[in-house]
């Protein structure tokens, strides 16, 4: 009974081993020159569709909640004297203002923008503009720069990016934020985290 357990298990397996692998095999003989004979394999390879957007702190690829804060001092002697004022030290992924941006993705067109609530303001009915901060954006590590989308107060500006290869954007940037300092405003703290409108959000889409 055992020996033809044994051999009927022989048997199924034998009988499964087309189901596991379907490599495809050719055996000839003969006199003739030359004999050949021919295999053939199947590839296939499936790529995901994919977007990924980073401005300021962040890991490529991946996901993360850190919300970088862009602040400057203006000092006393300086109020709207039209001198651009940096920001400070601790602002950015890359300090003194300046962040890493980056945006990868796969299937075409992107349509990239950035979005305000409003003019900054300090809680006490005065404002300062968007328009007073200069964004410069300078050659990050791959080949094509990332470029800002213009800032606006209560408003969606929009540029499209088009891809660097095929359906393929790669392109990142170091994006610059500094006060130009052309009004003579109010005292105050003009935002801050999450307040008085001082939150851009930007934003990425592809078909």
């Excluded at 021919?38 to 296939?44: G, S």
């Excluded at 390879?45 to 890991?59: D, E, Q, S």
Aim: aromatic share 6%.
């Amino acid at each position: 009974m055992r020996k033809l357990t044994k051999a009927l298990l022989a048997v199924s397996l034998l009988a499964s081993v087309p189901l596991i692998a379907q490599a495809e095999s050719q055996f000839t003989t003969g006199s003739t020159t030359p004999i050949t004979a021919t295999a053939r394999l199947d590839f296939q390879i499936t790529v995901p569709k994919i977007l990924f957007l980073r401005v300021g702190a962040g890991t490529d690829f991946g996901t993360s909640a850190t919300i970088n804060q862009i602040a400057f001092a203006v000092p006393a002697a300086q109020i709207g004297n039209g001198t651009a004022v940096d920001a400070t030290a601790a602002s950015g992924d890359q300090g003194n203002g300046a962040v890493t941006a980056k945006l990868v993705g796969n299937n075409g067109n992107i349509s990239f923008s950035s979005t305000t609530l409003g003019a900054l303001g300090n809680g006490s009915g005065d404002t300062i503009s968007y328009g007073q901060i200069n964004v410069t954006s300078d050659p990050g590590a791959l080949p094509t720069k990332l470029l800002h989308p213009a800032l606006a107060d209560g408003a969606t500006t929009t540029l499209a990016v088009a891809p660097t290869s095929g359906k393929v954007v790669n392109s990142d940037a170091k994006w610059t934020y500094k006060y130009n300092n052309t009004a003579l405003v109010a005292p105050g703290t003009y935002g801050g985290v999450n307040a008085n409108n001082s939150r851009v959000t930007y934003t990425a889409s592809m078909p």
